[in-house]
């Protein structure tokens, strides 16, 4: 008997039980006919639906399902039966076939909408029967809307597909006898548990490899804030891991029996447990709402998730991030508890274990060191339970021998600091942990080794808070805690970056501690009623005294928690070819040493939000922001020497005039360039974009696009004159561009002497993957220079389809849109800052209401960090003048408000 043969009760039913049978081939017996199973399988879904809204278990009501199956299909099987020729019609006891479940209907596990695998197991001589029972199985199942993965195999047939393909292996395992000759069951099962097992060591591989494979496709860290419930890492499939696992190791898939045999520890098995029943009701829910199978936590299911397990969120947390937050803490116990399995099982040998305590090399008293793991004597297992310091130790020498901390050693640490209070840390523990944070390495593995065992908690307590805490917006990809680690591993790859200014600069630094510290702590202060930003220096000045860090460095520490987000705001929002930008920035940020740091911290918090945030352009603003502030710190006169660079950038220009183009239009033009321009762009590239503007003598614009390969984006430029032409050149160029299916990513705007407008567009197109070809190219820039045209239409935009959930994850909008007027930065423009969550044609809807409020466009910066985007612009009036009439701000807000919806 399989571990899924466990004998089911009758299914609970509230109906009346109606009977309807047809006559069999000799007209004695009756048999249930399968048309009537549909109404019965509807029925008996609403049943359990009332069951599930009553708060009744998810196992309990997988287990209802299951049995609602089981009747369905027995009676189908029955009435295929009916059907054969009397000649060939056999006792069901001598059939030579079986029925069998498998998957997740043969583990008893069904969701509402899930598939049900069935293998028609049969001996080899009775081919020609079994695939005329096949055939009517599959149809009947089929019409009466079951979800069929079905098979016709032998037992040799099922033996070797398992024996060779992980899918087919951990199916198989969960195999349970339905109907027909249970003796045909008996002897396959065998021969796959005692076969299996011979090949342990293989198939353990095999599966490790699938699973590593299904985790890379739907999300590999706990922590992803859309998760598939079954398939992401510590969702169902790492419980079911265990289970096949075990099977492999030890022909069971039973926790408790697992537990019994001392290959998985009660506490593990527990915390498995808990999270299985716990997402089981989750899924089961997902599928009841969707009616269909549905396994995608998106953020609009997760808001409705919450106010369905009735979260009401606390201060400084939505109920949303409340219900995450506990899913987070389930499936991370998963994860934990599944991996551990994993290494038990492709270790597991008493000689290799023997070997392993009998060769270990003493290291520091406390610990050893074997050919596999590292671990503690019963004396250090003791001192590392209640002390911190000790742990860091053991860390330093699992990093030094590159082995791994031995699984029973990792779970005591961790039982015990799970209990252990936090309190005062001795200089021991400072010392070591300050020791760790300077270095670079595989510092960012350490601290979630750290955070896994609760030991960084007991170092920094706010991390604590932050264990599991999503923020909910459509920015950030990864929750707090793994966002902060996460930022510190990217900026130590800057180690091996030998061709950047980011990479430069990283290693110069003499002492990256604080950096590393700042990087850790930028985002706890989130999940509070007040700015992140401020409550995270007051918990970057409490973990300042508690690591006794001297007084330069609380404060440095201090800053840059404090002022994490300044670099990327001035950058991206402001002017960075006026002058007072950068002074006005580097009056914050008050010394070299600090812009460094700051710089460094900017890009790692940018680049660890989530996959595609950082482009080129984005870099190229943050350095171009940086070589002007650097310069009022290392100059005698504040400037001189970042304007030194910028003049020999256009000397170098000038030397590559063409002669078609006069020396005296050529020095104007070059002159004008923007600075960002000329710190990006070599000098012969761009002196041949500038040698173009001269056919504008006889063209009413120029365009003109490239694949920029190492962003996966397309940059398109356009060139046109102001004088004569129609009003509004930016919105009708981004209105085209948005028709033709682009994503604007970012957007620069710019005027040259001769009143020549020189706009330029980094988009992503959304129907090409990778380079896209020529003819695309141009299609698009004759797109362009035919909506410059007096007359043009204004662009339609096509209706892209998106999957349901992801068009309900786009109408929500949980942070509202924000409208900014600054009149005090510039001297000469209103500045309007945007932020709304991104959508096909947004930008040409708000650059369409500029120019109809009568707002003439000096500079624009769009930037698009994931789903959500920030939008820049500079105006004034008709006339030259800042909007400062109350009234007149009131209206340009309100229509750009309506324009984001």
């Given at each position: 008997?399989?571990?899924?043969?466990?004998?089911?009760?009758?299914?609970?039913?509230?109906?009346?039980?109606?009977?309807?049978?047809?006559?069999?081939?000799?007209?004695?017996?009756?048999?249930?006919?399968?048309?009537?199973?549909?109404?019965?399988?509807?029925?008996?879904?609403?049943?359990?639906?009332?069951?599930?809204?009553?708060?009744?278990?998810?196992?309990?009501?997988?287990?209802?399902?299951?049995?609602?199956?089981?009747?369905?299909?027995?009676?189908?099987?029955?009435?295929?039966?009916?059907?054969?020729?009397?000649?060939?019609?056999?006792?069901?006891?001598?059939?030579?076939?079986?029925?069998?479940?498998?998957?997740?209907?043969?583990?008893?596990?069904?969701?509402?909408?899930?598939?049900?695998?069935?293998?028609?197991?049969?001996?080899?001589?009775?081919?020609?029967?079994?695939?005329?029972?096949?055939?009517?199985?599959?149809?009947?199942?089929?019409?009466?809307?079951?979800?069929?993965?079905?098979?016709?195999?032998?037992?040799?047939?099922?033996?070797?597909?398992?024996?060779?393909?992980?899918?087919?292996?951990?199916?198989?395992?969960?195999?349970?006898?339905?109907?027909?000759?249970?003796?045909?069951?008996?002897?396959?099962?065998?021969?796959?548990?005692?076969?299996?097992?011979?090949?342990?060591?293989?198939?353990?591989?095999?599966?490790?490899?699938?699973?590593?494979?299904?985790?890379?496709?739907?999300?590999?860290?706990?922590?992803?804030?859309?998760?598939?419930?079954?398939?992401?890492?510590?969702?169902?499939?790492?419980?079911?891991?265990?289970?096949?696992?075990?099977?492999?190791?030890?022909?069971?898939?039973?926790?408790?029996?697992?537990?019994?045999?001392?290959?998985?520890?009660?506490?593990?098995?527990?915390?498995?447990?808990?999270?299985?029943?716990?997402?089981?009701?989750?899924?089961?829910?997902?599928?009841?709402?969707?009616?269909?199978?549905?396994?995608?936590?998106?953020?609009?299911?997760?808001?409705?998730?919450?106010?369905?397990?009735?979260?009401?969120?606390?201060?400084?947390?939505?109920?949303?991030?409340?219900?995450?937050?506990?899913?987070?803490?389930?499936?991370?116990?998963?994860?934990?508890?599944?991996?551990?399995?994993?290494?038990?099982?492709?270790?597991?040998?008493?000689?290799?274990?023997?070997?392993?305590?009998?060769?270990?090399?003493?290291?520091?008293?406390?610990?050893?060191?074997?050919?596999?793991?590292?671990?503690?004597?019963?004396?250090g297992l003791e001192r590392l339970k209640r002390d911190p310091a000790a742990v860091l130790e053991l860390m330093a020498v699992s990093s030094r021998y590159g082995?791994?901390?031995?699984?029973?050693?990792?779970?005591?640490?961790?039982?015990?600091?799970?209990?252990?209070?936090?309190?005062?840390?001795?200089?021991?523990?400072?010392?070591?942990?300050?020791?760790?944070?300077?270095?670079?390495?595989?510092?960012?593995?350490?601290?979630?080794?750290?955070?896994?065992?609760?030991?960084?908690?007991?170092?920094?307590?706010?991390?604590?808070?932050?264990?599991?805490?999503?923020?909910?917006?459509?920015?950030?990809?990864?929750?707090?805690?793994?966002?902060?680690?996460?930022?510190?591993?990217?900026?130590?790859?800057?180690?091996?970056?030998?061709?950047?200014?980011?990479?430069?600069?990283?290693?110069?630094?003499?002492?990256?501690?604080?950096?590393?510290?700042?990087?850790?702590?930028?985002?706890?202060?989130?999940?509070?009623?007040?700015?992140?930003?401020?409550?995270?220096?007051?918990?970057?000045?409490?973990?300042?005294?508690?690591?006794?860090?001297?007084?330069?460095?609380?404060?440095?520490?201090?800053?840059?928690?404090?002022?994490?987000?300044?670099?990327?705001?001035?950058?991206?929002?402001?002017?960075?070819?006026?002058?007072?930008?950068?002074?006005?920035?580097?009056?914050?940020?008050?010394?070299?040493?600090?812009?460094?740091?700051?710089?460094?911290?900017?890009?790692?918090?940018?680049?660890?939000?989530?996959?595609?945030?950082?482009?080129?352009?984005?870099?190229?603003?943050?350095?171009?922001?940086?070589?002007?502030?650097?310069?009022?710190?290392?100059?005698?006169?504040?400037?001189?020497?970042?304007?030194?660079?910028?003049?020999?950038?256009?000397?170098?220009?000038?030397?590559?005039?063409?002669?078609?183009?006069?020396?005296?239009?050529?020095?104007?033009?070059?002159?004008?360039?923007?600075?960002?321009?000329?710190?990006?762009?070599?000098?012969?590239?761009?002196?041949?974009?500038?040698?173009?503007?001269?056919?504008?003598?006889?063209?009413?614009?120029?365009?003109?696009?490239?694949?920029?390969?190492?962003?996966?984006?397309?940059?398109?430029?356009?060139?046109?004159?102001?004088?004569?032409?129609?009003?509004?050149?930016?919105?009708?160029?981004?209105?085209?561009?948005?028709?033709?299916?682009?994503?604007?990513?970012?957007?620069?705007?710019?005027?040259?002497?001769?009143?020549?407008?020189?706009?330029?567009?980094?988009?992503?197109?959304?129907?090409?993957?990778?380079?896209?070809?020529?003819?695309?190219?141009?299609?698009?820039?004759?797109?362009?220079?035919?909506?410059?045209?007096?007359?043009?239409?204004?662009?339609?935009?096509?209706?892209?389809?998106?999957?349901?959930?992801?068009?309900?994850?786009?109408?929500?909008?949980?942070?509202?849109?924000?409208?900014?007027?600054?009149?005090?930065?510039?001297?000469?423009?209103?500045?309007?800052?945007?932020?709304?969550?991104?959508?096909?044609?947004?930008?040409?809807?708000?650059?369409?209401?500029?120019?109809?409020?009568?707002?003439?466009?000096?500079?624009?910066?769009?930037?698009?960090?994931?789903?959500?985007?920030?939008?820049?612009?500079?105006?004034?009036?008709?006339?030259?003048?800042?909007?400062?009439?109350?009234?007149?701000?009131?209206?340009?807000?309100?229509?750009?408000?309506?324009?984001?919806?």
């Open positions: 008997m399989t571990d899924q043969e466990q004998q089911l009760p009758a299914r609970r039913s509230t109906a009346k039980s109606v009977s309807h049978v047809v006559p069999t081939g000799d007209g004695n017996a009756t048999v249930a006919a399968p048309v009537a199973m549909r109404k019965q399988l509807k029925t008996g879904r609403l049943e359990i639906r009332a069951l599930h809204d009553k708060g009744v278990s998810g196992l309990e009501v997988a287990r209802e399902l299951t049995k609602l199956t089981d009747e369905i299909l027995s009676a189908i099987y029955q009435w295929a039966v009916a059907q054969l020729p009397n000649e060939v019609r056999i006792d069901e006891e001598d059939a030579p076939w079986a029925l069998v479940a498998h998957g997740g209907y043969g583990r008893c596990d069904l969701a509402p909408f899930s598939d049900v695998d069935l293998m028609l197991l049969h001996q080899p001589s009775a081919a020609e029967p079994a695939e005329t029972i096949a055939r009517l199985l599959n149809q009947a199942i089929t019409d009466v809307g079951l979800q069929l993965g079905f098979s016709l195999r032998t037992a040799a047939q099922a033996w070797k597909l398992a024996w060779s393909d992980a899918t087919v292996l951990t199916s198989l395992s969960e195999s349970r006898f339905l109907a027909g000759n249970r003796q045909v069951f008996d002897q396959y099962w065998h021969g796959l548990v005692t076969g299996t097992r011979r090949r342990a060591r293989r198939l353990i591989t095999l599966i490790e490899a699938a699973r590593r494979e299904e985790r890379r496709k739907y999300g590999e860290t706990i922590y992803l804030l859309e998760p598939n419930i079954k398939r992401s890492r510590g969702g169902l499939r790492d419980v079911q891991l265990v289970r096949w696992l075990g099977f492999v190791r030890y022909g069971t898939t039973d926790l408790g029996k697992l537990t019994e045999l001392e290959a998985l520890p009660a506490e593990d098995a527990q915390a498995l447990q808990r999270g299985y029943h716990y997402l089981l009701r989750i899924r089961h829910q997902m599928h009841f709402e969707a009616k269909r199978a549905h396994d995608q936590l998106d953020r609009a299911l997760q808001m409705r998730l919450a106010e369905w397990a009735g979260c009401r969120g606390a201060k400084g947390i939505l109920p949303v991030e409340q219900f995450m937050q506990e899913y987070f803490a389930h499936t991370s116990e998963i994860r934990y508890a599944s991996a551990h399995m994993l290494e038990n099982v492709k270790w597991q040998s008493p000689l290799g274990t023997s070997l392993q305590r009998t060769v270990g090399m003493p290291v520091q008293r406390d610990y050893r060191v074997g050919f596999r793991y590292v671990w503690a004597t019963r004396s082995k791994p901390i031995d699984p029973v050693t990792w779970r005591e640490i961790r039982t015990a600091m799970r209990k252990r209070k936090i309190g005062e840390i001795d200089q021991v523990t400072i010392e070591r942990f300050l020791r760790l944070m300077a270095q670079s390495g595989n510092l960012a593995d350490q601290l979630r080794r750290l955070h896994e065992l609760r030991v960084l908690e007991q170092i920094l307590p706010a991390m604590k808070h932050a264990r599991c805490l999503l923020q909910f917006n459509q920015y950030h990809k990864y929750t707090v805690d793994a966002h902060c680690i996460r930022a510190v591993e990217c900026v130590t790859e800057l180690e091996q970056d030998r061709t950047s200014l980011l990479g430069s600069v990283y290693r110069s630094l003499r002492d990256k501690t604080i950096l590393h510290l700042a990087l850790l702590l930028h985002d706890l202060g989130k999940g509070y009623p007040e700015d992140h930003s401020e409550v995270g220096a007051r918990i970057a000045a409490e973990i300042a005294d508690r690591l006794r860090l001297n007084p330069q460095d609380k404060e440095t520490l201090i800053f840059l928690v404090q002022h994490h987000l300044l670099m990327v705001h001035t950058a991206f929002r402001f002017d960075l070819s006026d002058d007072e930008t950068a002074v006005r920035f580097a009056a914050v940020v008050g010394s070299s040493e600090r812009l460094q740091l700051l710089l460094l911290l900017t890009y790692a918090d940018l680049a660890s939000v989530g996959p595609g945030v950082v482009n080129e352009w984005k870099v190229d603003l943050l350095l171009q922001l940086y070589y002007q502030t650097d310069a009022h710190f290392r100059d005698e006169r504040p400037g001189e020497g970042f304007h030194e660079d910028i003049l020999q950038r256009r000397d170098a220009i000038r030397i590559h005039r063409p002669e078609a183009c006069p020396q005296a239009w050529w020095d104007e033009q070059v002159d004008a360039l923007p600075i960002g321009y000329l710190i990006r762009t070599p000098a012969a590239l761009a002196a041949s974009e500038l040698a173009r503007l001269r056919e504008l003598d006889h063209k009413h614009c120029l365009t003109w696009g490239r694949f920029i390969d190492s962003q996966k984006a397309l940059e398109f430029v356009v060139a046109t004159r102001q004088t004569g032409r129609p009003i509004g050149t930016f919105h009708r160029i981004t209105g085209t561009l948005s028709s033709m299916g682009m994503q604007i990513i970012a957007a620069e705007i710019h005027t040259q002497p001769a009143d020549i407008a020189w706009d330029r567009f980094l988009v992503q197109d959304t129907e090409f993957e990778g380079t896209p070809p020529a003819e695309r190219i141009d299609a698009i820039c004759s797109a362009m220079e035919q909506c410059l045209a007096p007359d043009s239409p204004p662009p339609s935009f096509r209706k892209v389809w998106k999957p349901r959930s992801q068009q309900l994850t786009d109408g929500m909008q949980v942070q509202p849109t924000q409208v900014r007027f600054d009149n005090s930065t510039s001297d000469r423009h209103t500045i309007i800052t945007l932020f709304a969550y991104d959508r096909m044609g947004l930008l040409y809807a708000v650059s369409k209401v500029l120019f109809d409020m009568q707002l003439v466009l000096h500079s624009a910066k769009i930037s698009t960090h994931l789903d959500q985007v920030v939008d820049v612009f500079y105006v004034t009036d008709m006339n030259g003048n800042k909007i400062t009439e109350s009234t007149r701000l009131y209206m340009i807000r309100q229509r750009l408000l309506q324009a984001c919806q």
